[in-house]
């Protein structure tokens, strides 16, 4: 069997995740601008939720593109 993997914003105590920090959220998403998996990042599923969200809301503000240009 394969060994869970921690969750990342777990492991560094990472209490909120700030939308406006658009590097940081490209890492979990793809070349075609769609959200990453959980299986493939790692993240729990709190911490999944809040991610879509703070990914959604920055494509709003414009920070982050829908799709893929």
Do not use: W
Not at 11 to 20: A, G, H, L, M
Not at 25 to 45: E, M, N, W, Y
């Amino acid at each position: 069997m394969k060994k869970k993997e921690q969750c990342f914003f777990c492991s560094q105590n990472v209490e909120d995740i700030d939308y406006k920090e658009a590097d940081f959220l490209r890492r979990f998403v793809s070349g075609q601008a769609k959200i990453i998996d959980p299986i493939h990042t790692g993240t729990c599923s709190k911490h999944q939720r809040r991610l879509a969200q703070a990914i959604k809301r920055a494509r709003f503000m414009g920070l982050l593109p829908y799709v893929r240009h």
